[in-house]
């Protein structure tokens, strides 16, 4: 699938595609990277999120 954002949003999509990510879990990035929200407190989800703080 195919997604047009604006220029100052980004995004990436990590590389465990499965049924339930399809191609891969999507990050969303919108502007200069100030917060780190999570969606959710799984482990394999949030163990990054000091490392982007």
Excluded: K, Y
């Excluded at 990510?21 to 917060?35: A, M």
Aim: hydrophobic share 35%; net charge negative.
């Amino acid at each position: 699938m195919s997604v047009t954002t604006p220029a100052w949003v980004g995004g990436v999509t990590a590389p465990n595609p499965g049924p339930m990510t399809l191609q891969g879990t999507n990050t969303w990035i919108f502007g200069s990277i100030e917060h780190v929200l999570l969606t959710h407190g799984h482990g394999d989800h949030s163990d990054g999120a000091q490392r982007c703080a």
